[in-house]
C-alpha cells in the first residue's frame, strides 16, 4: 500500500538558518509529490508540486524540493529560514490509480524558529 | 485561494447527536474532499466526490456519510456523533486536469 514518512515530528533552527524536512514515500509508479504548510488555526497551503521533469521544483516563499526516485524521498528544503515559517509542513503523495486525485499525507513536520 | 468555505466554523456537541458539516466551493471544481485531522495522523481522507451524486469512501469512512447535490455543495454527516470524532474537519476541492487540492478553512468539532 502506498504510505508517506515524515521523520521528523517536530524541528527547531535558528532565524536565518538553512531547513530541511524529511519526506519518504512508498508508491509503486510515478508519484505526483506535493508539500502543504499549515499555519496555526489555518487550513492548508500548496508550497510546491512534483508530476515529472526536472526533479528539483521551485514554490511559493523560497521554498524548494528535489524528488530522489533512488532514494524514494520528496525533501524540502529553504537556504534562510524566517521567523513567518514556524508552521506544520505536510507531505502527500497522489495515490491515484483512478483519476480521483486521492492523498496520501504524512504525518507532518511542525517547525519552529528560534529569532 | 479556491474560494471554499466552511460551516460551521466551531461547533460543540453532545454524544449521539447527529451534525451536519457544509462545504461550499465557488470554483466549479469537479472534485471535492473531507478530511479529518487529528495529532499524530496527519490528515485522513474520510469521503470524496467526483461529481454531483458521485461520491465514495476513503481510509476513515465508518460513522460517516456525504451527499452532493450540487456542484458546489459537499455535506459531511456524522448520524450519531461520537467522542472520537472530536477532530478538525477540512474541505478540499480539485479539478480535472490539476491534480492539486485546495483546502477551506476547518471547521473544529467537540463531541462531549
Known amino acids: 500500500a502506498q504510505s508517506v514518512t515524515q521523520p521528523d515530528i517536530h524541528i527547531t533552527v535558528s532565524e536565518g538558518a538553512s531547513l530541511e524536512l524529511r519526506c519518504n514515500y512508498s508508491?509503486?509508479?510515478?508519484?505526483?509529490l506535493f508539500w502543504y504548510v499549515q499555519s496555526p488555526g489555518q487550513g492548508l497551503q500548496l508550497l510546491l508540486k512534483?508530476?515529472?521533469?526536472?526533479?528539483l521544483v521551485q514554490g511559493i516563499k523560497g521554498f524548494e524540493a528535489e524528488f530522489k526516485r533512488s532514494q524514494s524521498s520528496f525533501n524540502l528544503r529553504k537556504p534562510s529560514v524566517h521567523w513567518s515559517d514556524a508552521a506544520e509542513y505536510f507531505c502527500a503523495v497522489d495515490s491515484t490509480t483512478s483519476g480521483t486525485y486521492k492523498y496520501i499525507f504524512g504525518t507532518g513536520t511542525r517547525l519552529k524558529v528560534l529569532a | 485561494d479556491a474560494g471554499i468555505t466552511q460551516s460551521p466554523r466551531h461547533k460543540v456537541t453532545e454524544t449521539g447527536t447527529p451534525v451536519t458539516l457544509r462545504c461550499h466551493q465557488t470554483e466549479n471544481h469537479r472534485y471535492m474532499y473531507w478530511y479529518r485531522q487529528d495529532p499524530g495522523h496527519g490528515l485522513r481522507l474520510i469521503h470524496y466526490?467526483?461529481?454531483?451524486?458521485?461520491?465514495d469512501k476513503g481510509e476513515v469512512s465508518d460513522g460517516y456519510s456525504v451527499s452532493r447535490s450540487k456542484t458546489e455543495d459537499f455535506l459531511l454527516t456524522l448520524e450519531s456523533a461520537t467522542s472520537s470524532q472530536t477532530s478538525v474537519y477540512f474541505c478540499?476541492?480539485?479539478?480535472?486536469?490539476?491534480?492539486?487540492?485546495?483546502f477551506g478553512p476547518g471547521t473544529r468539532l467537540t463531541v462531549l
Open positions: 508508491y509503486g509508479a510515478t508519484p505526483y
Open positions: 466526490s467526483y461529481g454531483v451524486k458521485d461520491t
Open positions: 512534483y508530476f515529472s521533469g526536472d526533479t
Open positions: 478540499a476541492t480539485g479539478s480535472a486536469g490539476t491534480d492539486t487540492q485546495y
